[in-house]
């Protein structure tokens, strides 16, 4: 096979292959895929098999004392994530994103292999898993912070709309993909969560060393010290703050009045502060501010964090409802409410699936700024929609409710990512790409505290009453009740999410010996709980939906803002994606064994093409 190549490319831009010439970009885009699909299963499977972890290292979650391991394991991942991808898409830039991609790939897997292994029960468990998700975290952040570049250095501008939706739909699809397999997987065996990413990452990285190649143009730079280490320290600090603000804290029901949660908070935000001034003045920053001169790229990333804050505690707060009052009331134990959640929301999954890689099509075709706005409107009016369903809603309905939000997140993912990356410049796209991941993971975590805070507040008016009454009139001594019914409403929130039924452990034997057998089969029963809760969950809940619909709408009008953009027109939406999806997929298979041997040589592989940067009109 010949290795003569045509090299009538224009200065600047990789030459075409000869042969084979879009071989090279679904490659790319085969292996990214797998590395979002990777890391979102791993960020979500938790979210399901906590339960099965916490009881595998002998370790009860509820007490008050192991509040602070259930939130460290819960959400360091996406905390340490959120801190590292811009530091580490710069580093692609500087160094090369294919290299520091594929290392992120091996870290990760290294740190799943520690985590599969974990031996140790107790607070030393809990602690051991914190640290090795880190890690996992720091792989993970080299992925998130290069997957996008690379694809966009892989892809011509009008064709990225449609490979950064495939991509958008892994990282989506694996999120909850994660909680079915957290439920199929955790009451097997609790290491499976950890071991089942290890082969993934062991072909991934192996593949990616091998095919993989740098499209994009180096830049020789320093590292900026400074600016990292007061980004990291800033970021930290704020985000450190939302986790141990969600704890309670004296006699109050949670802890944002905490010396400490309020030194975190205001500490971190006096620090990112001068993060900014720090990055006006260096010579070669970190955080590349003047990127927000570009309209398409500022607008672009307000609009996602906007979106991620509304949608960041959606998961959580659709989790807990169908954990703690839905299932329970539909005939299903405690016990297996885990798994059937994530069943019941692969609606949400199927919505996004259909719309990111048409929207992300379409909007190479017409621009992005008509699909991105009308995602997030459709959003804001998905979630007042959620508001109109009782809590023990019919299941189609809220079915539908999951699908067109799915449709709606997908419909603007796609786009405003492949907007925000055609806008950069050819060697910047590392650090700019890793600047919208740090808006949209910060605000998750953000919106996770909102959310929490929000309900909490409503259960902590309404659930205390409800509960004593409920209680007494089951024949529990008035003390008991009484005692009960002051436990700390995020405590009710974190059984709920866990899959657990409190009334059982917070009585205990003696308590239900004294009512009888008859009224401790009520208390501890599917109904009791569920049923307590449902009113003040419910009033919080639809307050934490007005909050998100008003975000979306906002970052809507953003989204608007935008301009509107140069595009290029090819095939029609859905055959461009179907012969988007199939390739990925028969280049995937292949490198994975399953196709026959090419013999392609290096040079027939091509380097990709490079796409210049869409200019906002």
Same mark, same amino acid.
């Given at each position: 096979?010949?290795? @003569? ?25 085969? +292996? ?27 370790? +009860? ?6 509040? %602070? ?17 811009? %530091? ?86 694996? %999120? ?76 109050h029901t949670m802890g944002w009045t905490s010396p400490f949660v309020l030194a975190c908070l205001i500490g971190g935000a006096a620090v990112l502060v001068a993060f900014v001034v720090i990055e006006l003045h260096v010579d070669q920053p970190m955080f590349r501010l003047h990127l927000f001169r570009s309209r398409p790229f500022a607008m672009g990333n307000v609009a996602a964090l906007l979106g991620a804050l509304a949608r960041g505690g959606l998961q959580f707060m659709l989790i807990i409802w169908l954990q703690g009052i839905w299932l329970p009331q539909h005939g299903y134990s405690f016990q297996e409410t885990p798994l059937w959640a994530g069943i019941y929301m692969v609606p949400l999954t199927v919505g996004f699936l259909l719309a990111g890689p048409v929207s992300g099509r379409l909007a190479d075709r017409f621009g992005a700024r008509p699909f991105a706005t009308a995602g997030l409107v459709l959003t804001g009016v998905s979630f007042i929609l959620l508001q109109l369903l009782p809590m023990d809603f019919p299941y189609p309905a809220f079915a539908v409710m999951l699908l067109l939000v799915g449709i709606s997140m997908g419909l603007f993912a796609a786009p405003n990512t492949s907007a925000v990356m ?39 008016? @309404? ?126 298979? @292949? @490198? ?26």
């Amino acid at each position: 096979m010949s290795n @003569e190549r045509h090299d009538n490319s224009p200065p600047g831009r990789a030459a075409t292959p000869a042969h084979h010439p879009d071989r090279y970009k679904w490659i790319a885009l085969s +292996n990214t895929t797998i590395g979002m699909l990777m890391a979102t299963i791993n960020g979500s499977i938790l979210l399901i098999a906590l339960p099965n972890i916490f009881r595998g290292i002998k370790l +009860n979650p509820l007490a008050p004392s192991n509040t %602070s391991y259930f939130l460290w394991i819960l959400m360091g991942f996406l905390l340490v994530t959120s801190v590292l991808v811009v %530091s580490l898409g710069r580093v692609g830039d500087m160094f090369g994103r294919v290299r520091m991609y594929t290392l992120g790939f091996a870290v990760f897997t290294v740190f799943s292999i520690l985590l599969a292994v974990t031996w140790m029960t107790g607070p030393a468990g809990a602690l051991w898993i914190i640290v090795m998700r880190i890690g996992q975290g720091v792989g993970g952040a080299f992925l998130f912070a290069n997957s996008s570049a690379i694809i966009t250095d892989a892809f011509p501008a009008d064709e990225r709309g449609l490979a950064l939706g495939i991509n958008a739909v892994a990282a989506i699809g694996g %999120s909850f993909l994660g909680l079915i397999l957290g439920g199929l997987l955790a009451p097997v065996q609790w290491h499976l969560v950890f071991l089942v990413s290890v082969p993934f990452g062991l072909f991934g990285t192996v593949w990616a060393y091998a095919k993989l190649r740098d499209n994009g143009r180096r830049v020789h730079a320093r590292i900026d010290w400074t600016g990292n280490i007061t980004f990291a320290v800033g970021l930290v600090g704020v985000l450190t703050g939302i986790v141990y603000g969600l704890q309670p804290y004296g006699g109050h029901t949670m802890g944002w009045t905490s010396p400490f949660v309020l030194a975190c908070l205001i500490g971190g935000a006096a620090v990112l502060v001068a993060f900014v001034v720090i990055e006006l003045h260096v010579d070669q920053p970190m955080f590349r501010l003047h990127l927000f001169r570009s309209r398409p790229f500022a607008m672009g990333n307000v609009a996602a964090l906007l979106g991620a804050l509304a949608r960041g505690g959606l998961q959580f707060m659709l989790i807990i409802w169908l954990q703690g009052i839905w299932l329970p009331q539909h005939g299903y134990s405690f016990q297996e409410t885990p798994l059937w959640a994530g069943i019941y929301m692969v609606p949400l999954t199927v919505g996004f699936l259909l719309a990111g890689p048409v929207s992300g099509r379409l909007a190479d075709r017409f621009g992005a700024r008509p699909f991105a706005t009308a995602g997030l409107v459709l959003t804001g009016v998905s979630f007042i929609l959620l508001q109109l369903l009782p809590m023990d809603f019919p299941y189609p309905a809220f079915a539908v409710m999951l699908l067109l939000v799915g449709i709606s997140m997908g419909l603007f993912a796609a786009p405003n990512t492949s907007a925000v990356m055609n806008s950069l410049p050819i060697d910047q796209r590392g650090a700019g790409a890793g600047m919208l991941n740090t808006f949209q993971n910060s605000a998750s975590v953000l919106s996770i505290g909102i959310f929490f805070t929000v309900i909490a507040l409503g259960l902590s008016a @309404e659930l205390p009453t409800a509960l004593f009454t409920g209680l007494t009139a089951q024949g529990v001594p008035v003390a008991s009740a009484q005692a009960v019914s002051h436990i700390p409403p995020i405590g009710s929130l974190f059984a709920a999410f866990l899959g657990l039924n409190p009334i059982k452990e917070l009585l205990g034997p003696t308590v239900l010996h004294q009512v009888g057998a008859a009224h401790a089969r009520y208390l501890t029963g599917r109904s009791f709980f569920p049923h307590l809760i449902s009113g003040p969950f419910g009033h919080g809940l639809r307050l934490a939906f007005d909050m998100a619909a008003v975000s979306c709408f906002l970052g809507a009008v953003f989204s608007a803002l935008r301009g509107g953009q140069q595009v290029a027109t090819h095939l029609t939406p859905a055959a461009q994606a179907e012969s988007g999806l199939g390739a990925a997929a028969e280049v995937a298979m @292949e @490198e994975a064994g399953a196709g026959a041997a090419t013999g392609m040589t290096d040079e027939e592989l091509g380097d990709g093409e490079l796409g210049g940067a869409v200019v906002g009109s």
